[in-house]
């Protein structure tokens, strides 16, 4: 069963650049200053049923699907925007707030212009076996 609803409205506030990331892959990196607990916007995709984003989730080895906790989880590989691009960090720049089926992320200190926007998304669908890249000092080792 592919049920499949589109978020609600979803925006960046904040304009992000795409690069290569020192991270992984490619990341999502500030174009002006972002100062602290400011809105950086809400992460697009598509609203999927929660058992068919596990199933898809075993089978990539790049998470982006963000569980509601209602049955549901958002699908960020789906008609997403810059957001999806913010890696993970032992020591982030960003956190996610999980909320009425939207995904918002928020600056925990001023972000520099130019700078690589990273979030700890803690546990994982990968049980700790994925290995971490951030390279932060207080780095875990693995998501």
């Given at each position: 069963?592919?049920?499949?609803?589109?978020?609600?409205?979803?925006?960046?506030?904040?304009?992000?650049?795409?690069?290569?990331?020192?991270?992984?892959?490619?990341?999502?990196?500030a174009?002006?200053p972002?100062?602290?607990?400011?809105?950086?916007?809400?992460l697009?995709?598509?609203i999927?049923?929660?058992?068919?984003?596990r199933?898809?989730?075993?089978?990539?080895?790049?998470?982006s699907?963000?569980?509601?906790?209602?049955?549901?989880?958002?699908?960020?590989?789906?008609?997403?925007?810059?957001?999806?691009?913010?890696n993970?960090?032992?020591?982030?720049n960003?956190y996610?707030?999980?909320?009425?089926?939207?995904v918002?992320?928020?600056?925990?200190?001023?972000?520099?212009?130019?700078?690589e926007?990273?979030?700890?998304?803690?546990?994982?669908?990968?049980?700790?076996?994925?290995?971490?890249?951030?390279?932060?000092?207080?780095?875990?080792?693995?998501?």
């Open positions: 069963m592919n049920r499949r609803i589109t978020t609600p409205e979803f925006r960046v506030i904040y304009q992000l650049r795409i690069g290569k990331s020192k991270i992984s892959g490619r990341g999502a990196y174009s002006g972002i100062p602290v607990r400011k809105k950086i916007g809400d697009g995709g598509v999927i049923p929660l058992r068919e984003a199933r898809l989730v075993k089978q990539s080895k790049v998470i699907m963000v569980e509601f906790g209602n049955g549901y989880a958002l699908n960020a590989s789906i008609d997403s925007n810059a957001l999806r691009f913010i993970h960090s032992c020591s982030p960003t996610m707030r999980v909320t009425h089926n939207r918002e992320f928020y600056a925990l200190r001023t972000i520099r212009t130019g700078e926007l990273s979030c700890d998304y803690g546990a994982t669908h990968h049980d700790g076996k994925l290995p971490c890249t951030c390279g932060a000092k207080n780095c875990r080792g693995f998501i």
